[in-house]
């Protein structure tokens, strides 16, 4: 005699489902997080790389390489990444790049333009428009002061007898390993920085850079005034194609300041008076290159006098946990 075979009740197979969905939905956080854990570890490694060509770079030339390099004829300022790029071997990227003429020069707009792999952290998403030119999400430390280059030589400019910028980064820097006297590892050479929404019709509080209309002497009056302003104030739009081009130095393509702690928001005080923000898509904080190619990963929570003290080279500041 032939034995009946049993089958899954309709009740049966529905409880099966919903296992198998429960099963998936507790995998897929754990999927997504080592997904992200190896996004942050590229991250960490093209900062690495970034610590190897400035090293590079100071050996040959006894400094790191200008924060701002003005061109012979033109204007535009060249990043350090357009200065390091043949220590990356990107050596074909490097002779497109014309330093004797600004960088919107036509003969570099093809340079303008290029995408570099190593410029680019994974984690982070890209809204800009096409036409930005080539990304980037590693930014130079101009220091912890607000001035945008160096002080005015004219009594009657309003930035006349300001502190120049303290970071290992600015206008025409030549700041080698013997002017890091609070040391190389305990000095920020680089950090991440997420790419803007790329529309002034849009405010992007993590990624656009405001305008308060305000003009901070200090960095705590910075810090103050770029949290009272209305966020949702279109009107308070400063820049929002944050993070191209890549070869262009400009606070808000290349440079950062340790006047915000990380992932707070960025801010610029025209004429001459900056408070851009080290950030990041990775949950927590920041990514941390210090000047002696060491990355930290440092957390939203450090304090700020910490933060800051990283941003010196020269302040003498006695630094807490990070």
């Not at 995998?27 to 997080?33: K, N, W």
């Not at 990107?90 to 290029?114: C, I, Q, S, W």
């Not at 990624?207 to 279109?234: I, N, R, V």
Request: aromatic letters at 8%; charged letters at 15%.
């Amino acid at each position: 005699m032939l034995r009946k075979r049993s089958a899954f009740t309709l009740v049966e197979l529905l409880v099966v489902i919903a296992i198998i969905g429960v099963l998936i939905a507790l995998l897929l956080p754990a999927i997504q997080a080592a997904r992200e854990a190896a996004r942050r570890s590229q991250c960490t490694n093209n900062l690495k790389q970034f610590g190897t060509a400035l090293h590079n770079y100071h050996a040959a030339r006894n400094c790191f390489p200008a924060g701002r390099k003005n061109p012979d004829t033109g204007t535009g300022q060249f990043s350090l990444h357009a200065q390091l790029l043949k220590y990356f071997e990107e050596g074909n990227v490097a002779a497109m790049v014309n330093m004797k003429v600004g960088f919107a020069d036509p003969v570099n707009v093809v340079a303008l333009n290029t995408k570099v792999g190593l410029f680019l952290c994974p984690s982070d998403t890209d809204l800009l428009p096409a036409d930005a030119g080539g990304r980037n999400n590693y930014y130079g430390n101009q220091g912890s002061g607000v001035l945008n280059g160096l002080p005015s030589t004219d009594p009657s400019n309003t930035n006349f007898g300001m502190p120049a910028p303290n970071g290992p980064f600015y206008n025409d820097s030549k700041v080698g390993a013997r002017d890091i006297i609070d040391g190389l590892s305990k000095t920020a050479a680089m950090s991440e920085k997420m790419t803007g929404d790329g529309s002034q019709g849009v405010s992007s509080l993590e990624t656009d850079t405001f305008k308060p209309g305000t003009y901070p002497k200090t960095a705590d009056e910075a810090l103050q005034q770029c949290h009272d302003m209305d966020p949702s104030d279109l009107g308070k739009q400063g820049v929002s194609i944050v993070g191209a081009p890549w070869i262009q130095a400009y606070h808000s393509t290349t440079q950062y300041y340790h006047i915000l702690p990380p992932n707070d928001r960025s801010c610029m005080f025209p004429p001459g008076r900056i408070a851009t923000t080290a950030n990041s898509r990775h949950a927590g904080g920041v990514n941390l290159l210090l000047c002696d190619s060491a990355v930290r990963f440092i957390s939203n929570e450090i304090a700020l006098v910490t933060w800051r003290g990283l941003g010196s080279r020269n302040g003498a500041e006695i630094l807490g946990e990070y």
